[in-house]
């Protein structure tokens, strides 16, 4: 048998050569094997091997009949959902941060990410006693707010996107909340996800009228009881739009 921990090195190894070959072909613009392989010290069958799996799947290049590989289109779509990311966290900082102060409690903008809902970026109101910080946390999708407006934006493109976690004995129930949803454009969350936690939630849309955030305002119930939150709730729908907006996306009414 072989050595687990020498196949998962060389795993390792592998994967971080062709990095180094796309961040490589990145400044250069295009280069041949013999050059690259130079580059990373390997020999030239490593650096064509490496290559060769890199084209595959669309990431590299071949120029040609001229024997030069550069970067592929393969490449765009995960780059674009990171300009996305970055963008709507650009475009939000401000609206945030003005809800944040005008409302007196944390508000946060959250993406979807592999079944659950990570928040990117947070922006703190004055009071004494705030949440939990959030900034890089992972959240269920199902029992928080922001969870749920991204759920209900992904269940209408796809049925089956409903995550894993989901109890089985809930998920009738949830389907038809999240209809209601994606109807009205926001989604609470009443000490679903944490005893005592409060938080109410709605959608950011990119240009194209993809929603690829949520931005949520959450607090302590004591001082989001349900009534707070119906009041708000205007407040921050309306604090998506403006994100939305700056993210080149028109809504008319």
């Not at 003005?98 to 409690?105: D, P, V």
């Amino acid at each position: 048998m072989g050595n687990p921990v020498r196949t998962r090195e060389s795993g390792v190894q592998s994967v971080d050569r062709a990095i180094t070959l796309l961040e490589l072909m990145a400044v250069r613009g295009e280069a041949g094997v013999s050059e690259l392989a130079a580059a990373l010290d390997v020999h030239k069958s490593t650096a064509f091997r490496l290559l060769g799996a890199l084209e595959e799947h669309g990431l590299v290049e071949q120029i040609g009949d001229r024997g030069k590989y550069r970067l592929g289109f393969g490449l765009i779509p995960p780059a674009g959902r990171v300009a996305e990311r970055l963008e709507v966290t650009t475009q939000g900082r401000p609206v945030c941060e003005e809800l944040a102060s005008r409302l007196g409690e944390t508000v946060n903008i959250a993406i979807p990410d592999r079944g659950y809902a990570v928040n990117v970026d947070q922006a703190r109101g004055p009071a004494m006693v705030t949440t939990y910080n959030w900034l890089g946390r992972i959240t269920p999708m199902h029992n928080t707010s922001s969870g749920k407006v991204l759920l209900a934006a992904a269940l209408t493109e796809d049925p089956d996107a409903m995550p894993d976690d989901v109890p089985a004995r809930g998920r009738k129930k949830l389907t038809t909340e999240l209809s209601r949803v994606h109807e009205l454009g926001y989604a609470w969350s009443i000490e679903e996800f944490e005893t005592g936690l409060n938080a109410v939630a709605s959608p950011v849309r990119d240009h194209s009228g993809t929603v690829v955030a949520a931005l949520s305002v959450s607090g302590p119930a004591y001082r989001l009881p349900a009534e707070r939150i119906e009041e708000i709730t205007t407040d921050v729908v309306a604090a998506g739009r403006e994100i939305s907006h700056r993210m080149g996306f028109w809504q008319h009414d």
